[in-house]
């Protein structure tokens, strides 16, 4: 894996070998950053099931002035640490459970630009009925809105198989397709 933009174009990323963690492919991450342009820059980043951190770094990469990263597994955060280490990045990184995360910050009053979350994939949704996957957890939280500032963005990865729903003040900016994974850019809109 590697850097696909920024100051550390190219550099590689320390990954677990197996299955345990499931990173955000290159070429996902190049669409997604290609969408979203220069608009990184300079923005606050909390990425949720952050694995090893590959979309933290690819921010920090390409401008964001800060990245927090939430990762259950204290060996997937000890890459997220290895590869801090490696680039002189400075991701902060919080080994917890992602809705206690969001529960804690918001009690705590911090707010982000910017939030991904490429979760763990749910299981086909099955018709009439709704999805029970990590992706719709977090979009059901409230406090995932509490921790978004206004006009922020959600990138929310999930399978193609998995319905999730979403209501105000969420609004689709935009969707990637790469074959089973999906990549939504819901936009917050504080106001609604």
Not at 34 to 63: H, I, M, Q
Not at 79 to 88: P, S
Not at 160 to 167: G, T
Request: hydrophobic share 40%.
């Amino acid at each position: 894996m590697r850097i696909t933009g920024g100051q550390w174009v190219n550099q590689s990323i320390a990954v677990p070998a197996g299955l345990g963690v499931r990173p955000t492919p290159d070429k996902v991450r190049q669409a997604i950053f290609n969408s979203l342009g220069p608009w990184v820059d300079g923005l606050s980043v909390l990425e949720l099931f952050a694995g090893c951190g590959t979309l933290s770094l690819e921010c920090l990469s390409r401008g964001a002035q800060s990245a927090l990263a939430v990762e259950l597994s204290s060996r997937h955060a000890g890459f997220i640490r290895r590869n801090n280490h490696a680039l002189n990045a400075h991701v902060e990184i919080r080994v917890q459970c992602a809705l206690k995360a969001i529960k804690q910050l918001g009690e705590s009053g911090r707010a982000f630009d910017f939030i991904c979350a490429d979760p763990p994939y749910g299981e086909k949704t099955a018709p009439g009925q709704r999805s029970e996957s990590w992706a719709q957890r977090l979009l059901d939280d409230s406090n995932l809105s509490k921790i978004m500032k206004p006009e922020g963005v959600l990138l929310l990865g999930h399978a193609k198989r998995d319905a999730i729903e979403w209501v105000l003040p969420w609004q689709e900016r935009k969707t990637l397709k790469h074959g089973d994974t999906w990549v939504r850019m819901l936009e917050f809109s504080a106001g609604e």
